[in-house]
């Protein structure tokens, strides 16, 4: 699986939107990007994935460069709940594959401020 | 309803004692995995079963023994703990290309 590169921290007002930043450049043609949350004393949980194609759910956005060697979450109106460290993860994605495991980096801790 | 559960939430015992963690989905799916997150806070996958097989074992100890009575559920158990073993250890699920976690066990070992 591709390495990501993600800012250890960022900080967001409450209300705004939250650009968060991953780098992986060395992604292979069929790898996903795919985006989670771990919010405080909780388990992770999925937000959005995309493979070049840029991604809306009603979580978040999911914009990835032409080259795909990076790609932006975007959480539109930041919200205190939303405080939590988001990994930004790249692996060989669909089907249901069982060895489909996750290998979590260091994530972004973001901090949504009042 | 709750997707995937653990118990227990907190688990604080001595070195050398056996305990189990057990996990249950009710979302059907055939995959299930562990992780576990140290105190730096990295996630690492332990094992990956599917449909009640062993797919993955990520060179764990073999004092860990997960085990799967029917899909919905996968259990592990940890012999002999040591100090090292302290951490959250997350149950998942998988299906299509989402992982659903549980909300995690916290062992101590003292």
């Known amino acids: 699986d591709a390495k990501t590169t993600q800012p250890p921290s960022m900080d967001c007002a409450e209300g705004r939107a939250a650009n968060l930043p991953c780098n992986h450049s060395t992604i292979s043609g069929n790898e996903y990007v795919y985006w989670y949350r771990q919010i405080h004393s909780q388990g992770p949980q999925y937000i959005i994935h995309g493979l070049k194609n840029n991604e809306t759910n009603e979580m978040a956005s999911l914009i990835i460069t032409e080259d795909r060697k990076s790609s932006t979450l975007i959480l539109p109106h930041a919200t205190l709940r939303d405080t939590a460290v988001y990994y930004c993860?790249?692996?060989?994605?669909?089907?249901?594959?069982?060895?489909?495991?996750?290998?979590f980096g260091g994530g972004t801790r973001l901090m949504v401020k009042p | 309803d709750t997707a995937v559960s653990q118990t227990p939430k907190y688990l604080v015992t001595q070195m050398g004692n056996d305990k189990s963690i057990k996990c249950e989905q009710n979302l059907g799916h055939d995959t299930m995995y562990w992780y576990k997150q140290d105190s730096k806070k990295f996630l690492k996958i332990m094992f990956s079963y599917n449909n009640k097989e062993l797919i993955i074992n990520e060179t764990v100890p073999n004092r860990f023994s997960p085990k799967s009575p029917d899909k919905a559920h996968l259990n592990l158990h940890i012999n002999s703990l040591e100090l090292g073993d302290s951490a959250v250890y997350f149950c998942a699920s998988y299906s299509w290309d989402t992982q659903y976690f549980g909300p995690g066990t916290r062992l101590t070992v003292l």
């Open positions: 993860i790249v692996r060989v994605g669909g089907g249901n594959n069982a060895g489909n495991m996750l290998t």
